[in-house]
């Protein structure tokens, strides 16, 4: 069994930092603090870094067959890029495949990742409808260690859901100790906004987000809250944009219902004004719900350090420029969703800790532990003796420039090329393995494993698995 120290760095928790070393066997951490010789043992000199548990990323779409297309990373480029980013486990998005059950669904993304990932994986499932087969099948997947489930509240048509599913979902979730997830859009809002600017040859990329303003978001969050608490299920809304959404959310908590949203990177760094560029650049842009006015951001970010949005994600949903460029004439046609995967630490960095919104354990926090303790990660998101060895060595002082030269992305442009972070991730290791040291990736495809998840009422940790 192999045996690594990492020596000399400042170890950040959830809880606090400190000096220490972190001794790795196999995979997982044996002990953390003032680790002496240890014979046999590869050395890993921390120096002047932070080592970080690594990052979860609870909101991603690897090979997502959507609006026609597919998105542009698979498992292999959207786990390299995910391991330059120091993260070191992904929860992604398997889709309902049949009408009538969910074991097909999870077949075919367990197909798409096995043997081709670089970092550890688990699912949701997102289901379209709540058949007699779809609420019989929530039980086999939590069985199987997909312990969460998505409704869209937008994309009529091809993936939304009505209320009364969204209903009955989360009755049967609730009863399984599962999780419900929600994109909040009104759906039907959207298509009569969006037909009316097509109509009006309102074609833009920018007409994007003018056709899905905030109060279409902040309406399908108060909806979903509402029959969260009249069912007494769990609800985490995803991707929340903008101030009037998180609201919605905070107004719930403050009934006691247990509902709780994360937003993502971009919306935090990101705004409309983006979707104004011309031609494609403006295209890159799209994605649902849309990148919101810029006087939202200040607000996010204190809902993000309140924790009334308990974590931070990146929705990673990439097109290449050729892809985009289907909308080109047309906003509606513009594939929806951003390559943001590898970003998200880099950008936390300098725009959440160095500005001083957050410190870096509240970093670590909102992107890693409360991320694993939520989704029934057990043994991810914590430095700690027992735990995983999925660690970041991320250096504060070494800069790294965005752009396509650096990213792993697999697409032709990055969204913030020709800025440069001011701090960078030197190494990730996913259970005790490096799978990325100094810009390079050291492993095969097919290291990441699949992780299955545990339900809230068995859950170790604590016996309701409230957050
Ligand atoms: O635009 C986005 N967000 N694309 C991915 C699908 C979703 O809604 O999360
Ligand atoms: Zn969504
Ligand atoms: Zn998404």
Redesign the pocket.
């Known amino acids: 069994m192999s045996t690594t120290v990492i020596r000399g760095g400042t170890v950040v928790s959830a809880d606090g930092e400190a000096a220490g070393d972190v001794l790795v066997r196999g995979e997982r951490i044996v002990a953390v603090g003032d680790v002496g010789a240890v014979d046999g043992a590869t050395e890993i000199d921390a120096t002047g870094c932070l080592v970080l548990p690594g990052l979860v990323d609870n909101h991603t779409?690897l090979s997502f067959p959507?609006q026609g297309t597919m998105s542009a990373d698979d498992y292999d480029t959207g786990t390299r890029a995910a391991a330059a980013g120091g993260v070191t486990c992904v929860v992604d998005f398997a889709i309902q495949q049949d009408p009538d059950g969910l074991a097909s669904g999870l077949e075919v993304w367990k197909g798409r990742a096995a043997g081709t990932a670089h970092v550890d994986y688990g699912f949701h499932m997102a289901v379209t409808n709540a058949s007699d087969g779809v609420l019989r099948d929530m039980g086999a997947m939590v069985e199987a260690g997909v312990t969460s489930f998505k409704l869209?509240l937008a994309y009529k048509g091809e993936l939304m859901a009505r209320d009364d599913d969204l209903a009955a979902v989360m009755e049967r979730a609730r009863d399984l100790g599962a999780l419900t997830m929600v994109?909040a859009e009104n759906g039907d809002l959207v298509e009569l906004y969006v037909g009316r600017a097509r109509a009006a040859g309102q074609t833009a990329a920018v007409h994007h987000a003018l056709t899905r303003p905030e109060f279409v978001e902040a309406e399908a969050t108060s909806r979903a809250a509402r029959i969260a608490e009249h069912t007494g299920a769990p609800l985490f809304v995803?991707?929340v944009t903008c101030e009037a959404a998180a609201r919605e959310i905070e107004a719930a908590q403050a009934r006691g219902a247990d509902v709780v949203g994360e937003t993502c990177i971009q919306y935090l760094t990101t705004s409309i004004d983006d979707l104004r560029k011309p031609g494609i650049e403006g295209c890159r842009y799209v994605?649902?719900p849309p990148l919101r006015d810029r006087r939202n951001q200040e607000p996010l970010w204190t809902m993000v350090r309140r924790g009334v949005l308990e974590s931070v994600s990146t929705?990673h949903?990439s097109f290449t420029d050729a892809q985009k460029a289907r909308g080109l004439d047309d906003f509606a046609l513009v594939p929806?969703?951003l390559p943001m995967i590898q970003h998200r630490l880099a950008k936390m960095w300098d725009e959440g800790v160095r500005t001083g919104r957050l410190t870096p354990s509240e970093l670590v926090d909102r992107c890693s532990t409360t991320i694993a303790r939520r989704f029934g990660l057990e043994s991810k998101g914590a430095i700690a003796p027992g735990k995983d060895a999925d660690l970041v060595i991320f250096d504060p002082a070494a800069p790294r420039d965005y752009g396509v030269a650096t990213s792993f992305m697999n697409v032709d442009y990055d969204l913030f090329e020709g800025e440069t972070a001011t701090g960078s991730v030197r190494t990730t290791l996913c259970r005790g393995t490096v799978v990325y040291d100094d810009g390079e990736i050291r492993t095969q495809p097919g290291h990441g494993r699949y992780v299955a998840r545990t339900p809230r009422r068995v859950r170790s940790t604590g016996a309701t698995g409230g957050a």
């Open positions: 779409h959507f869209f994109h995803v991707h994605c649902s929705d949903c929806n969703g």
